[in-house]
């Protein structure tokens, strides 16, 4: 095996590596995502079940105060979803690149074999 040969496999054992922990990163993030849009799902669920419920002029105190809480929790859910979706996109990019260099690298390797 030539040098260009030992290295080109050198580099492209290295871009394989980088290529797997790129997507387990993307993994983790899209994970994160789904936990908050679950936990978001569940409480657009919990809303529609406390609102299908007749209510008393005493429980629609309760219930104001509720959709309050409601709300706030959702939004904070919502800037914490941004955010997450913000890294994962990142993480995506990162990915495709490092798939491509793999990519790129098993050609070259390929090519000079």
Known sequence: MSKIDQRLVKLSRI??????????EL??????????EAELAAMADAQAQMLSRPTTVQDGAVIAGLQA??????MRLLQ????????RLEKLTLAQKAEG?????DQLHDQAS
Do not use: N
Not at 15 to 24: E, G, H, N, V
Not at 69 to 74: D, E, F, K, N, V
């Open 80 to 87: 914490q979803l941004a955010a997450k979706q913000a890294v």
């Open 27 to 36: 993994a983790e993030a899209t994970e994160a995502c789904q936990i908050i």
């Open 101 to 105: 260099r793999r990519q790129a690298l």
């Open 15 to 24: 871009a394989s590596l980088l290529a797997d922990r790129a997507c387990q």
């Open 69 to 74: 809480l409601h709300h706030r929790r959702r």
